[in-house]
């Protein structure tokens, strides 16, 4: 994955991080902070001028994330994922609650669970979801265990805002899963 800070903020994405920032201002328990920041970022899925044409640029080698807003006292980040397609994340899960928007073109998610196995674990894969233009998810861990990628003929563009500073962590995942799965 490819990461750019944006240099640019729109008007529109600017009323965004405010619309999160009172989202994430009430303090409520990291499902709820997630589907609220869910409804917020909806509103603003599909507007051609949330981005800039910068950061809608995608990368032949994998998906492509650029940095949009980094809270200063790290309690959430926004990032545009940018998918050319074919392109897809390894399994993995995140260090904080989630919510994930298409912005442009279509997403494929298959969801895990992770299953102990006498000394070891597997993953049984338990949904596949595609989420159009429009469509928010939220996550909350534990149980985010997913694998996401581009399911159109298209470039797609997704927006997901973060519980965390995905800047100082250097990622939104907290475990990549490399385990035998048990597949729909």
């Known amino acids: 994955m490819t990461t750019t800070t944006a240099p640019v903020t729109t008007a529109r994405l600017a009323r965004l991080v405010e619309d999160i920032r009172e989202a994430v201002g009430r303090g409520l328990p990291p499902d709820i902070t997630a589907y609220l920041a869910g409804e917020r970022l909806a509103a603003h899925l599909g507007a051609e001028d949330l981005l800039t044409e910068e950061q809608c640029e995608g990368d032949p080698e994998r998906y492509r994330q650029h940095v949009l807003h980094t809270e ?18 390894c399994i993995h899960d995140h260090v904080s609650w989630g919510v994930a928007g298409v912005h442009r073109g279509a997403e494929s998610e298959r969801r895990y669970r992770l299953v ?7 993953l049984v894969a338990t949904a596949d979801v595609t989420n159009a233009k429009g469509e928010v998810s939220a996550f909350a861990p534990p149980g985010d265990i997913h694998r996401v990628r581009n399911s159109c003929t298209k470039k797609a563009i997704s927006i997901h805002i973060y519980g965390a500073d995905v800047v100082r962590l250097g990622s939104s995942v907290r475990r990549v899963y490399d385990l035998p799965a048990d597949e729909i």
Do not use: E
């Open 72 to 89: 200063p006292d790290g309690s959430f980040s926004v990032v545009a994922l940018v998918w050319l397609p074919g392109q897809q994340t």
């Open 116 to 122: 102990p196995d006498g000394t070891t674990a597997r």
